[in-house]
C-alpha cells in the first residue's frame, strides 16, 4: 500500500467522521463538567442516543415499508435526533438525580450509568435485530442516506479539496457550529458565566442566587442530550445505519471524556483534537507494508493485515501520552473547573 | 404565625444526619435492593408481558434450581460460586487502591493482562509438569497484572497524571493486545484460541475434593482474608488509609507517597492479574478479548459499596452474581438476549447508590399548617 | 429615639442532628444602625444570620423585614428582601474578575460587563472603596477580596448587610478603612449587623450589642450603656480574667536558626525573601503578619514540607554548637535523625491529623514506622490517646470515632495533645486558637506555656494581636515575605506591630531584642 492522494484522502475524510462522534461527545462532556459534574456515564449515553433513533426510525422505516411508502429523508433525521438526544438526555436525568440529588459518589454513578446504558442499548439492539430477522439484518438505508446526503450548494468540482472539506453531511458541520456556539456560549454570555461559577465554587453560586441544583440538572442532561447525538452519528452516519454490539461506542465514549482533559476544558480545543484523534485511529490504513510486513514477520503474524490490532492501539497510547504531558505542564487558565466531581449541600458545615 | 408563610416553606427539605446505625444503613440498603429488584420486574414485565412472579421464579432458578439440586446436580450454584469467587478476586485487588483514592479503573486490562501472560505459559510451556506450570502461570499472570498497575501509578506519583483515564486507556491496549496475541497464537486464522491444551489438561487447575472450582473459592477466600488484615493490620495498609484521606497529611506524617502509591498499585495490579490467572487456567482456558467480561468495571462497584470491607466485599459479589445468573436465566427462559443481564445490574446498582443518601441524610417534609413552629428536627423520614 | 426595625426574627430555633445551634432567638435589626452580633465562636452567631441569608432554614420561628412576614428559602430571596451577607470564608470564584463576580446571578440589570464595572465605580465612589473591576480574584489580596464582597452585596441594593467576623483578617488600619465605610453605610440609612467576638470592635463601631451564647439570646443591650466587662460576663456566662499567665524566659539559648530562608511556591509565586530569625529554646516566639504574607511557608519549611530556594535552617540541640540543617530533609529524615521537632499546621484535618480514623489511629500518624514489625502496634497509641482524652477532656464518644467528627475545639485538642506528648524541642504552631471558644483557648495558651517553661522553642503564629503581645517573649512580623521586624513583645504596642505588618520599611532585618 503505497501513500497515495487517494489514500490521504480517506484518511481525512475518515478521521473527520471518527472525530465528528468523539467531538459531539466531548462537547456535551465538557457542558456537564463545566458545573462540576463529572459523568463517566458517557459511553452509556452515547449507547442510549444511538439505540433509541435506531429504535424510532426503525419503526418509522419499517412502518413506512408494511404501507409500501417511501420513508422521507427529513423525517427520518428528525426522528433520529429527537429520540437520540432525548433518550440520552434521560440517562443524563438519571446520573443528575443520583447525583445532585440523592448526592452518591460521581464516578461510580457514572460507571453505573455505562454499565447500563451499554446493557439497555445492547439489549434492545438485539430485540430488533431479532425482529428484523438476525445478526446484520438492520439496515437503516433511508436514515443513514438521509444523514450521508451531502450539503447542495457547497462546490463539488474542486477536486481534493472539495473531497476533504465539502464531501460530508450537515451533521459533521453541525457538530463544528455546535462547538464554537458552545464556546461562546461558555466564555461570552451570562448564563454561561453563571454555570462556570457552578462549577467553580457552587457555594458561591449559591449565595449569589443561582440556583445550583437546577443549573446541574440542566447541563448534565443537555450535555448528555449531545453526548447522546454523537451515539446517533455513530449509528446512522459512521456505520450506515446498522447496529453491532461490538461495543465500539463504549470505546469512542471513553476517548470522548479523555479529550475533555486534552481540550482544557474548551470546546473549540474540540475540534482539532478530535480529528486528531481520528487520524490516530486511521492512520493504519496509510501504514507502508513495508512496516506491516516486518512487524507481521517479527510478531509471527499469519497475516499482514493482523497488524492492525497493533496500529488500533495507537488513538490510546496517544490519549495516555496526552494526559502525561498535560498533566506535566499544567497551566492556571486550563485546569478543571475547581469543584468537578464534588456534590453540594447548601447546609454543609 | 400567619398561615401564609407556612404554605411558603419548601415541601421537602434536605438535613445532614448524624451517624447512621448499622441497623438503618441495612435496612436502607435492604429496602433499596427491593425497590430495584421491583423496578426491573416491571421493566422485564413491560417487555415480555410475563407475571412479575414467573420472572422471579425464573431469577431463582438461575442460582438455585431446587428440581436439578433434588436430583443431586449442584452445578448452578457452583458456578454462581465460582463467579462470586473471581469478581471477589477483582473487588480485592481494587481495595486499596480505592482506599487510596486512586480511581483504578483498569482491572479490566490488569486481568486480561493475567490471563494473556497465563494463556501464554500454557501454550508455550506445556512440556513441564503441571503443578510447575501452574506456578510460574501464577507468577507471570501476578508480574504482567502488577505491570499494567504499575504504568499509571508511576505516572500519577509523579507528575500528577490523572489516573481514572489512563488505567481506562490500559484497558484497551490490553484488549488490542489480547486480539494481537490470539492472532499470534492461532496459526489456523480463525481469530481464536479456542479451549488450550484440551486433550492434556496442561496449565489447567485441577479439581479438589472433585469439585472443580474449590480452587477457585480456596484462592478468593485466602485473598480476601489475607488483604483485610493487610489493610487494617499492617503498617502498610495504615499508610494507604492516610494517604487517602489527605496526602497532605501524608506528607506531614513523614510518608512517602509516592512510594505508597506505586506500592499499592503494584499490589492492586497483580491481584487483578491473579484473577486473569484464576479465569484461564480454573475457568475458561482459553483467552479472548472478552475474558474480562465487564468484571473490573462491576468490582469497582462492589469495592466501593463495601466501603473496601473484604468480607461485605464477599455478600455483594454473590449478589450481583445472583442477579447476572438470574437475568441470564430470565433471557434464556424467555428467549430474550442476555444483556438484560447488565441492563438490571445497572438498575439495582442505581437503586443501591441512591440509597446511601438516607443513612448520610435525612428528609423533611413540610409540616402540616397546624403544628408549625413547634418542635425542631421533626418529621424524620426515610 | 429609636430607628426603624428592617429585621425582626422571632423564636428563632435551629438544630443539626443532635446539636441545636440556635434555640429559640428574638432579635431586632434596625435602619441607620450598627447591630453587633457578639459571641464566642460555637455560640450560634453565624447560623443565626445563615438563616437570613438563605443558607439555612430556620426549624422554628418567625422572620418579618419591614413589618411583613416572610419564608427566606434561599440566597435569591434573602437578595429580593434587600438582605446580603459576606461570609467569613468569601464567596468568590477565583478564576473571575471582579466585574464578573459581581454580576454573578443577577438578573435583568446592566447587561454587558462595562455596564457593570460602571456601576461598581459609581458605587465604589459612593462610599469609598477601591475594586478594579477587571482584577482577577487570585490576584486579590485579602481585603480587596473583602472589599469585592460588600460592592457586590450593594450592587444587588441590599439595605441590610450582614458581615461575619470581617475583621479577623485584616490589619488594624485596614479595619479602621472597614469601619469608615461602615459609618458611611450607617448614615446612608442602611441596617448594617458585625458578628465578631472581638470587644474593643464593638465598643468602636456598633450601637447595640446583641450577645449569643450557647445558641441563645442573652441580651441585646445599648453599646454606650454598658462596659467590655459586662459584655464579656454575658457573653462566656462567668467572669474570666483575660491575663495570660506569662513567665520569664529562663535558661535562653538558641535552638533554631533560620538564615536567609527564601521560598517560591510551586505555582511560581514568590512567597518568603531572606527571612532570617532565631527562635530560643525557652521563649515563644510570635509571628505576626496580615494573613497569607509567608507564615505558613515558614512553618513548612522548618517541618521539611515546603522545598527551598536559598537558605539554610539549622537546629541545634542542647550542648552543640554546630548544628543540624534541616534544609532538604523530609520530614521522616528530620525525625530518624532524632529530632523531636512539634508542628500544629493550620489545616487541622486537612494536615495535621486523618479525619477518617479515631483518636488512637491519629496518635501512631508520626511514629507508626518507628518498630521494625510489618504490623501496626496499637496498645501504646491507645494509651496515649486514652491519657489525651482525660487530661485535655477531649469530649470523643470513644477512641475510635473518626476525629472528624469531633467539634473544633476537641480537634484541636487531640492535635495539639499529641505534638505535645513527644517533648519537643521545637513546637510550631499556626493559628492555633482559630475558632476555638475562649476556655479551649486558654488551655491551649496554658499548654504553650509549659512547653516554654520546659525548655522547648514554641513559634506561635497568631492573627488576634491582643493575644499575640500577651503570650509571646519577642513577637516577629512579617511583611510579604520578608522579616520587617522583631519586637519585644512585652513593651511594643499593638498600633507598632500593625505599621510593621503592612508598611515594608527600608531596614526590614533590624532587631529590636
Redesign the interface.
Known amino acids: 500500500m503505497l501513500m497515495t492522494i487517494a489514500n490521504l484522502v480517506a484518511l481525512i475524510t475518515n478521521s473527520v467522521l471518527f472525530g465528528t462522534v468523539i467531538m459531539l461527545g466531548c462537547c456535551g462532556e465538557i457542558l456537564t463538567e463545566k458545573s462540576g459534574n463529572l459523568n463517566l456515564g458517557v459511553p452509556g449515553v452515547m449507547y442510549l442516543g444511538g439505540i433509541a433513533s435506531l429504535a424510532g426510525c426503525y419503526a418509522y422505516e419499517s412502518g413506512c415499508a408494511a404501507k409500501g411508502t417511501t420513508p422521507a429523508g427529513y423525517l427520518c433525521v428528525i426522528i433520529a435526533l429527537v429520540c437520540g438526544f432525548a433518550a440520552a438526555a434521560l440517562g443524563g436525568l438519571l446520573y443528575s438525580f443520583i447525583t445532585v440529588t440523592l448526592r452518591a459518589n460521581q464516578n461510580v454513578t457514572g460507571l453505573a450509568l455505562t454499565i447500563f446504558g451499554a446493557g439497555t442499548a445492547n439489549f434492545f439492539g438485539g430485540l430488533i435485530m431479532q425482529k428484523s430477522g438476525g445478526v446484520g439484518t438492520i439496515n437503516l438505508s433511508a436514515t443513514a442516506q438521509a444523514f450521508r446526503a451531502q450539503i447542495p450548494f457547497l462546490p463539488k468540482n474542486w477536486g481534493v479539496v472539495s473531497e476533504v472539506l465539502f464531501s460530508y453531511g450537515a451533521m459533521v458541520y453541525a457538530a463544528v457550529i455546535l462547538a464554537v456556539a458552545m464556546s461562546l456560549f461558555l466564555s461570552k454570555t451570562r448564563a454561561g458565566l453563571n454555570l462556570r461559577a457552578v462549577g467553580e465554587s457552587p457555594a458561591t453560586a449559591d449565595a449569589a442566587g443561582i440556583r445550583v441544583g437546577r443549573c446541574k440538572y440542566l447541563s448534565t442532561c443537555v450535555g448528555a442530550g449531545i453526548c447522546g447525538l454523537g451515539g446517533v452519528f455513530y449509528i446512522m452516519y459512521y456505520i450506515k445505519g446498522m447496529w453491532a454490539n461490538d461495543g465500539y461506542i463504549e470505546a469512542l465514549g471513553w476517548l470522548a471524556v479523555a479529550l475533555v482533559i486534552f481540550t482544557g476544558w474548551r470546546p473549540v480545543n474540540a475540534i482539532w483534537g478530535s480529528y486528531l484523534f481520528g487520524v490516530c485511529y486511521w492512520v493504519y490504513t496509510c501504514m507502508p507494508e513495508a512496516v506491516s510486513r516486518f512487524l507481521a514477520s517479527t510478531l509471527g503474524l499469519t497475516q499482514i493485515t493482523y497488524t492492525q490490532n497493533l496500529y488500533k492501539m495507537l488513538p490510546y497510547i496517544a490519549t495516555i501520552l496526552v494526559l502525561i504531558i498535560g498533566s506535566i505542564r499544567q497551566k492556571k487558565e486550563n485546569q478543571a473547573p475547581q469543584s468537578l466531581g464534588l456534590s453540594y449541600f447548601r447546609e454543609e458545615r | 404565625m400567619s398561615l401564609h408563610t407556612v404554605a411558603k416553606e419548601p415541601f421537602i427539605r434536605i438535613a445532614k444526619r448524624e451517624g447512621c446505625t448499622v441497623r438503618r444503613s441495612i435496612l436502607v440498603y435492604f429496602l433499596g435492593l427491593l425497590g430495584g429488584l421491583l423496578v426491573s420486574a416491571v421493566i422485564i414485565m413491560l417487555i415480555t408481558g410475563l407475571n412479575p412472579l414467573e420472572v422471579y421464579a425464573s431469577m431463582l432458578r438461575g442460582t438455585l434450581d431446587f428440581e436439578a439440586i433434588a436430583q443431586g446436580k449442584w452445578n448452578k450454584l457452583w458456578y454462581a460460586l465460582r463467579d462470586t469467587a473471581l469478581l471477589l478476586c477483582i473487588g480485592v485487588g481494587l481495595a486499596p487502591a480505592f482506599k487510596m483514592r486512586f480511581w483504578n479503573i483498569g482491572a479490566e486490562g490488569q486481568m486480561l493482562m493475567g490471563g494473556l501472560v497465563s494463556a501464554a505459559c500454557m501454550i508455550n510451556l506445556s512440556d513441564l509438569p503441571n503443578p510447575l506450570l501452574l506456578l510460574i502461570m501464577a507468577a507471570a499472570s501476578i508480574a504482567a497484572g502488577a505491570l499494567w498497575g504499575f504504568l499509571p501509578a508511576v505516572f500519577k506519583a509523579k507528575f500528577g497524571t490523572n489516573e481514572t483515564l489512563f488505567t481506562l486507556m490500559m484497558n484497551y491496549i490490553a484488549i488490542q493486545a489480547v486480539e494481537l496475541a490470539v492472532d499470534i497464537f492461532d496459526k489456523k486464522q480463525s481469530h481464536s484460541v479456542g479451549v488450550i491444551n484440551l486433550l492434556t489438561e496442561k496449565g489447567w487447575m485441577p479439581d479438589l475434593l472433585g469439585q472443580d472450582y474449590l480452587w477457585n473459592l480456596i484462592i478468593a477466600a485466602a485473598l480476601a482474608v489475607c488483604m483485610y488484615v493487610y489493610l487494617k493490620y499492617t503498617k502498610h495498609g495504615y499508610e494507604i488509609s492516610v494517604v487517602g484521606d489527605s496526602v497532605n497529611t501524608a506528607r506531614y506524617a513523614g510518608i512517602n507517597v509516592k512510594k505508597v502509591i506505586v506500592r499499592t498499585m503494584l499490589i492492586s495490579g497483580a491481584i487483578c492479574g491473579l484473577a486473569g490467572f484464576v479465569e484461564v487456567s480454573a475457568i475458561s482456558h482459553t483467552i479472548s478479548k472478552s475474558t474480562a467480561g465487564g468484571r473490573g468495571f462491576t468490582a469497582i462497584i462492589v469495592a466501593w459499596l463495601a466501603k473496601f470491607n473484604t468480607f461485605v466485599m464477599a455478600l455483594i459479589s454473590l449478589l450481583l452474581v445472583f442477579l447476572d445468573k438470574g437475568a441470564v436465566a430470565i433471557s434464556s427462559d424467555f428467549g430474550l438476549n442476555d444483556y438484560i443481564s447488565q441492563m438490571i445490574t445497572g438498575v439495582i446498582l442505581f437503586f443501591i447508590l441512591g440509597c446511601e443518601f438516607f443513612t448520610g441524610y435525612r428528609v423533611i417534609f413540610r409540616r402540616k399548617a397546624g403544628s408549625a413552629g413547634k418542635a425542631p428536627a421533626e418529621g424524620e423520614n426515610a | 429615639m429609636d430607628n426603624p426595625v428592617a429585621v425582626r426574627m422571632t423564636?428563632v430555633?435551629?438544630?443539626?442532628?443532635?446539636?441545636?445551634a440556635n434555640r429559640d432567638v428574638c432579635l431586632e435589626i434596625r435602619r441607620g444602625e450598627v447591630l453587633s452580633l457578639l459571641g464566642e465562636n460555637g455560640s450560634g452567631k453565624t447560623t443565626l444570620m445563615n438563616m437570613l441569608?438563605g443558607?439555612?432554614?430556620p426549624?422554628?420561628?418567625?422572620i418579618t423585614v419591614n413589618g411583613t412576614?416572610?419564608?427566606i428559602?434561599?440566597?435569591?430571596d434573602a437578595?429580593a428582601l434587600g438582605i446580603g451577607?459576606i461570609?467569613q470564608h468569601f464567596?468568590?470564584?477565583?478564576?473571575?474578575t471582579a466585574a464578573?463576580?459581581v454580576?454573578?446571578?443577577?438578573r435583568g440589570k446592566d447587561?454587558s460587563v462595562r455596564e457593570t464595572a460602571e456601576r461598581i465605580k459609581e458605587i465604589c465612589a459612593k462610599y469609598g472603596f477601591e475594586v478594579d473591576p477587571r482584577q482577577k480574584v487570585?490576584d486579590m489580596s485579602v481585603s480587596q477580596k473583602q472589599t469585592l464582597e460588600i460592592v457586590?452585596v450593594l450592587y444587588r441594593g441590599a439595605d441590610v448587610l450582614i458581615l461575619d467576623e470581617p475583621t479577623a483578617v485584616l490589619t488594624p488600619q485596614e479595619t479602621q478603612k472597614l469601619f469608615a465605610v461602615i459609618r458611611n453605610m450607617k448614615a446612608d440609612g442602611k441596617a448594617v449587623v458585625i458578628i465578631t467576638h472581638k470587644l474593643n470592635e464593638v465598643m468602636e463601631i456598633s450601637d447595640r450589642v446583641a450577645i449569643l451564647r450557647r445558641g441563645e439570646h442573652i441580651a441585646t443591650v445599648s453599646t454606650c450603656d454598658t462596659s467590655p466587662a459586662q459584655l464579656t460576663e454575658m457573653m462566656v456566662g462567668q467572669k474570666v480574667s483575660l491575663n495570660i499567665h506569662r513567665a520569664e524566659p529562663a535558661n535562653v539559648r538558641p535552638a533554631l536558626r533560620v538564615e536567609g530562608l527564601s521560598v517560591v511556591r510551586e505555582?511560581g509565586v514568590r512567597v518568603l525573601t531572606d527571612v532570617s530569625f532565631t527562635a530560643n529554646a525557652g521563649e515563644i516566639l510570635g509571628i505576626a503578619g496580615i494573613s497569607g504574607c509567608g507564615q505558613k511557608e515558614l512553618l513548612e519549611s522548618v517541618?521539611g514540607?515546603q522545598k527551598t530556594e536559598k537558605g539554610s535552617i539549622i537546629y541545634y540541640p542542647e550542648g552543640d554548637e554546630t548544628g543540624t540543617e534541616l534544609v532538604g530533609k523530609?520530614?521522616?529524615?528530620?525525625?530518624r535523625l532524632g529530632i523531636s521537632l512539634s508542628?500544629v499546621?493550620e489545616?487541622r484535618?486537612?494536615?495535621?491529623?486523618?479525619?477518617?480514623?479515631g483518636m488512637t489511629?491519629n496518635m501512631?500518624?508520626?511514629n507508626?514506622?518507628d518498630s521494625r514489625?510489618?504490623?501496626?502496634e496499637n496498645r501504646k497509641p491507645r494509651e496515649l490517646a486514652q491519657r489525651i482524652k482525660d487530661e485535655l477532656e477531649v469530649s470523643a464518644e470513644g477512641l475510635s470515632t473518626p476525629v472528624r467528627?469531633l467539634s473544633g475545639g476537641n480537634v484541636q485538642k487531640v492535635l495539639v495533645g499529641r505534638e505535645i506528648a513527644s517533648s519537643p524541642s521545637v513546637l510550631m504552631t499556626a493559628y492555633a486558637v482559630r475558632g476555638l471558644d475562649i476556655n479551649t483557648s486558654y488551655t491551649i495558651y496554658n499548654l504553650l506555656n509549659k512547653q516554654k517553661e520546659r525548655g522547648a522553642a514554641v513559634i506561635y503564629v497568631g492573627e488576634d494581636l491582643d493575644v499575640l503581645l500577651e503570650l509571646s517573649d519577642r513577637i516577629l512580623v512579617l511583611c510579604g515575605g520578608r522579616v520587617n521586624g522583631i519586637v519585644d513583645a512585652r513593651s511594643a504596642t499593638k498600633e507598632e506591630v500593625g505599621a510593621l505588618m503592612t508598611n515594608l520599611e527600608e531596614n526590614g532585618e533590624e532587631e529590636k531584642e
Open positions: 423564636g430555633t435551629k438544630a443539626f442532628g443532635s446539636v441545636v441569608s443558607i439555612y432554614f426549624d422554628a420561628g418567625e412576614p416572610v419564608t428559602r434561599s440566597p435569591k437578595f451577607m461570609h464567596k468568590l470564584v477565583d478564576v473571575f464578573e463576580n454580576m454573578l446571578g443577577v447587561r487570585y457586590k505555582d517541618a514540607l523530609q520530614p521522616g529524615e528530620i525525625r508542628f499546621p489545616d484535618l486537612g494536615m495535621g491529623l486523618v479525619g477518617s480514623m489511629g501512631m500518624l508520626k507508626y514506622g514489625s510489618f504490623f501496626l467528627r
